[in-house]
């Protein structure tokens, strides 16, 4: 367990500060230490912190808390000299000069993460946010805060800055303490929590809560009814203990450590599960590590000989696990002194898992739910395992490399003027960011600011900045963002985005094009006043727009067009003859269906066509309608099309079949329905793509949060459909995937 030596404020005397802060390095190191010291010194003089603790008082507060965590020289050298730079502008050149890179960079980095207090307090201080639109920010902010720094050190000596600030205020109270200490529990806290280091973790939470809630903190210092030390030595006594007993039947090699319970951790038990006092079974605790899973029945059986156990109090998560498999026993026994002791009880397979696995104590602790995706959690559980094994490397050089090479550094973190902080891959541009803050804006960006200087949009960004869209008041994208080579795009949502955006235009353009083919039409037809939503239901249209777009594309049977307008028969050349519209080449003369593996009974090398209408595929069963000049038309057997003609003209229907090995390509309307939601067209997209399947046609329609989606496909052949029918009915929100 780490062990944090108490403030400066304890430490009257700076020399004995030294001492303390020199134990145990050798003589280089503690000359090197002294040195900086002495420079830091001479450079704060009297300056004071905002909060009006002296600079030096704080720098040594700092460096001892680091030396408490038993960090390296180079560590408590950076402590020692936090704020030269602020001071001096050259200050980091100095301390370069003087004690070396190392200690430099670390107070470079200490620098930089002060450049985000006044983001992390104001978004802290706003108390209009949206309390989940609030714990998704502050969520970000933690990782933008890992992420702005090379050596995560960095982080470590930002916390203990903290600690020594909110130990000042315990000593010198003023008001904005209770702002400090908010900013705090929800910041600062929850990394010391997930990077492990418990003891600043709790000393952190106790004097926040202590400055936020007053009388609850000394209402429950009381109902603890015994100091500090005295609850430690009663774990102590109990260690020894059942380390005792477990001699006794030959475990020996057992791990038993334990704290009492601190008072921000009591407290936040009593309100989540609404309990009194009374009630809270883990005020003082116990771990006990072993070996075997066999071991750890054998040490329950002996804690509850020792103690007497409290009904109801026991979970077995061994036979048991948890949902993200965290094993362990849990029990709570009556001590004789009447209070409980909650003991836990693991292998050390089982320990491993819980603190830096999937069921890491702080996820448990904070709620917090990521992607199994998101390596952020990897990058956690090996910080955590670098603060355990630098008391196990004997290079202390190799311990600093590991660190630097914990750097989290896939996400990069950028800010809006008004201070939120938007998390993107690496290589994220300008573009990019507008498209992430809103649709519109990325489709309206034309320039961009980044920390007040105009950039180009092709412009990588970089963790930490401050970025500003500069937009037009209408507008859309540039076909130049789609091109990959130019780098205007890092992102697939905003590809996407710009994408739909294009052919939403292009659908557009279509429909405008397709009204005046059809409003001409009309007119030479003198059919004024026709209802075009009946017209293009009596033509086979779900709605009028599906009309224009056929038009707009010559797909439409202007014969059969003018006969529906005119209300007459009409004629013998049906709708869904004409040749299939699919963006390639156009076929050699005299290539069709037939040349697809279509075998006409009792005719050969007939010219046959594939019908628009059912959009027939192998091995659906088929008949065939000859057409007057057009050869014939293959239609799906169930086509509704099929059953009027054949009604009307049963002489022209001809036997038709697949032949044994049909070949090509087939197009096929797919219909999706789904809940909308942003990214839903880019995952269906994303199945045709791996099924290698070409969509030659889209067109969607979204309203009051319902999406319907009409898709034409190319396939091979049935089996293909009914598996992309399948993959695309698992995309997260859709209802159903059905062939059209």
Known sequence: MVSVVHSVAAQSDFEQSLLTLTDGLPPGETAFIRQAADYARDAYGDKTLGSGEGILSHALGMALIIAGLRLDATSRAAALLFAVATYDDKGLESISERFGHGVAHLVGGISRLNRLRPITRGFVADTTQNPQEMKAQVEVLRKMFLAMVEDIRVVLLRLASRTQTLRYYAAEPDELRVHVARETLELYSPLANRLGVWELKWELEDLSFRFIHPDTYKKIAKMLDEKRLEREQFIIDAVARVKSELATVGITNAEIYGRPKHIYSIWNKMRKKGVDFSEVYDIRALRVIVDEVKDCYTVLGIVHNIWTPIPKEFDDYISNPKGNNYRSLHTAVRCPDGRSLEVQIRTWEMHRHAELGVAAHWRYKEGTKHSSEDNYDDKIAWLRQLLTWK???????????????????????????????????????????????????????????????????????????????????????????????????????????????????????????????????????????????????????????????????????????????????????????EPIPVRRPKPAEGEGAGDRGILIVGVDKLLTQLARCCKPAPPDPIQGFVTRGKGVSIHRADCHDFANLQALHPERVIETEWGGHPHGIFPVDITVDAHDRQGLLRDISDVFAREKINVIGVHTLSKQGQAHMGFTVEILNLPQLTRTLKLIHDVQGVVGARRG
């Open 391 to 577: 008391d196990e490397v004997s290079d202390s050089s190799d311990w600093v490399n590991h660190y630097k090479q914990a750097a989290l550094d896939e996400t990069i973190y950028v800010m809006t003027p008004q201070g939120k902080v938007v998390d993107l891959p690496q290589g994220a541009t300008p573009v990019d960011f507008a498209y992430r803050l809103h649709t519109d804006l990325g489709h309206r960006c034309r320039g961009a600011k980044v920390d007040g200087a105009l950039v180009p949009l092709d412009t990588a960004l970089k963790t930490g900045q401050r970025v500003e869209i500069v937009a037009a008041k209408q507008g859309g994208p540039s076909r130049d963002w789609l091109n990959p080579s130019l780098g205007y795009i890092a992102t697939k949502t905003a590809r996407t985005k710009a994408r739909a955006w294009f052919s939403n235009l292009a659908l557009e353009e279509s429909l405008a094009e397709g009204r005046g083919i059809v409003a001409k039409e009309i007119q030479r037809v003198g059919g004024g006043g026709t209802n075009l939503e009946e017209l293009a239901g009596k033509l086979g249209y779900a709605k009028a727009d599906d009309l224009y777009i056929a038009a707009a594309r010559n797909e439409l049977n202007l014969r059969l067009f003018q006969a529906a307008v005119r209300g007459t028969e009409p004629p013998v050349d049906e709708r869904g003859a």
